[in-house]
């Protein structure tokens, strides 16, 4: 039985190596798990080559400035997927989540807090969603505006103040709280990403946001509501952001409106790196968090080393375009 | 009698309306001329300081305008350019960074024109799209601005030249809007009289078609990149000198009021469609929006959510867009009347 499975396989296989030219065959493999071999190399490297990285006091904190923006990277892997390239207005949501969280439950307790993000996190899912999916606006321009809507109000009603988290509540024993070695953050991260990646992988809204993706004309055509596809993912986005503010806001236990920027484009690296396509149509949550992982590793590797907020953006912004050159020549290759 | 009266009455004066209709639904520009017509009676009402002290206002459209021109012969093309935020700091930066003044103008003019050329070599030869390429250079540059300038603003060795740039030159006008009005006028020939101008409409339209008819595509999104770049770059160098001093963090506002006027002034995002007189005119009807809210003390968070609001009405109501939504209702509709009534056929 799995003899003759082995002998099907093969044949089959070096069929398809033989169609593909060799170059093609590499740089599709690279482009699909290149990212798992250089997060490796990095880890190893770094931690024979630079002092710091391996003590267990950096590599918690590595993962606790990963889990916020690994939470808003999964839930913008919906939109990323669904061919809308990205949500900017992140930034400004991550801040409303980390403030509402902290002022709002000041002063009227946590459940309030809890709803109120919840309700702020459709808003903004809607606007953008209808927007993009109705009336097929560009998602970068959209969610441009957006963020500067929502910055805006924020400072707005705010006044721009910054608040801090009252003495041993609830939100405070969360920003520390630890099972084992795990901060509580961590677990957060993990929980949410394999909760998408069930939605994504497993529903039949996470079908219809990969059809839509890969090809809106097709799905559309196969019965797929595409305006409730985009308004979905958008929507997923917005509670991801939400939570990744929470998870911040709590962590840090100050929440300003300025607190989230940078957001966007490193949950945007994170989920390149990670091998989701901007093309749309092909991607994973899971792999989301690997890219979270490396885009953190790296991240820290150049604090370590002294190099400035300067460098890291210029590493960042660098990793998008080299991340997304390989995706497109491997596509060119293939084709 | 008198319904008859009333039908031919209706008849004969929906002639104008009906021709008012088809011009604004046919010329790009209407949205602007519409916005500019209502944010001018606005402030001629409510804060007639923006047209008395008119310099001032001037002045604000030419900071909007110029870059927002640039950006339009990359939009016409279908293909978006985010970097311009950026360039416009780098470009800065490194203007200050250079001793000698007409030299700095000089490296600057020519980092912005190498941008272009790496945001076209990514867009056109890698095959990314433009929003993700130019994105990435975005936060890249952006970056590299900080790293230029140790992260502090830069001051310019030529002071005494920054502050006589600031002054008016001919009439009230300062040199940024004699510079504004003179790229104004060579966009606007280049895209209406030049052949490589026209061109772009071509690529933008319909690319494919563009190709087949022996227009060099790729060349084309080549020279728009480079204006788009060298424009963004003139702009850098003009608020390098203006403040004696070039801030890396500088641009983020630019990116939304830049877009903003482009799309106001009616250029469809997917390309083909716009004109260079309706960014002028987006330009303007911003400019005049901002001031006012500044002369009315309005905050700046407030102003951010204003303006913010009109990029997100521009964007979603192009007539694309209404004829998409258009399209939904009518589906919406017709598929209820057909689950009303009992299938008879399919």
Sequence with gaps: MTASNVETAAPSRSNTDNLAPRSAVVTGWLADRGIFVVTAVVVVLSAIFVDGFASLDNITDVFNRAAPIGIVAAGMTFVVISANYLDLSVVAQVATGAVVLIGVSNSRGLVVAVLVAAVIAVIYGAVNGIAVGVFKANAVIVTLSTTFIGLGLLRWASGGSIYFGSEGTLIRRFGTFEIGPFPLSMIALVLIALLLEFVLNRTTFGFAVKSFGSNPAAARLAGVDTARVVIGAFTFSAFGAMLGGFVLGAFSNTAVSAMSSGYDFRALAAIIVGGTSVFGGKGSVLRTLLGVVFVSILTNLMVLSGLGFGYQQMAIGGLIVVAVSVDALARKATR | ?346
Excluded: W
């Design chain 2, 1 to 346: 009698m008198t319904s008859d009266a009333e039908v031919i009455g209706t008849k004969s004066g929906s002639r104008p309306v009906e021709r008012l209709r088809r011009l604004i639904t046919r010329r790009p520009e209407s949205r602007a001329v519409i916005l500019l017509a209502i944010v001018s009676l606005g402030a001629i009402i409510l804060e007639p300081l923006v047209f008395t002290a008119y310099s001032a206002t001037l002045g604000r459209i030419a900071l909007i305008g110029l870059v927002a021109l640039g950006l339009t012969a990359v939009i016409l093309m279908g293909e978006l350019d985010l970097s311009v935020a950026s360039t416009l700091a780098v470009s800065g930066v490194v203007m200050a960074s250079i001793d000698s003044l007409p030299g700095g103008i000089l490296v600057a003019l020519i980092v912005g024109v190498c941008i272009g050329v790496a945001n076209a070599f990514f867009v056109v030869v890698v095959g990314i799209n433009s929003f993700i390429a130019t994105l990435g250079m975005l936060f890249f540059l952006r970056g590299l601005a900080f790293v230029i300038s140790d992260e502090q603003p830069v001051r310019i060795a030529n002071i005494d030249a920054g502050i006589a740039f600031g002054k008016p030159l001919i009439g009230d006008f300062t040199p940024r809007m004699l510079i504004f009005l003179a790229v104004f006028v060579v966009m606007h020939v280049f895209t209406t009289r030049v052949r490589v101008g026209r061109e772009f409409y071509a690529v933008g339209g319909n690319r494919t078609a563009a190709y087949d008819a022996g227009i060099p595509v790729r060349r084309r999104i080549f020279t728009g990149f480079m204006i788009s770049g060298f424009v963004a770059a003139g702009a850098g160098a003009i608020n390098t000198l203006e403040r004696t001093a070039a801030d890396p963090t500088s641009g983020s506002t630019v990116l939304l009021s830049s877009f903003a006027a482009a799309i106001i002034g009616g250029i469809l995002l997917t390309g083909g469609r716009g004109s260079v007189l309706g960014t002028l005119l987006g330009a303007a009807s911003l400019g005049i929006l901002q001031v006012g809210l500044t002369h009315s003390a309005v905050q700046v968070d407030v102003q951010n959510i204003v303006i913010g609001a009109v990029l997100f009405v521009a964007v979603i109501s192009d007539p694309a867009s209404v004829r998409a939504v258009f399209e939904r209702v009518r589906i919406a509709v017709r598929s209820r009347r057909h689950q009303q009534t009992p299938v008879t056929s399919a």
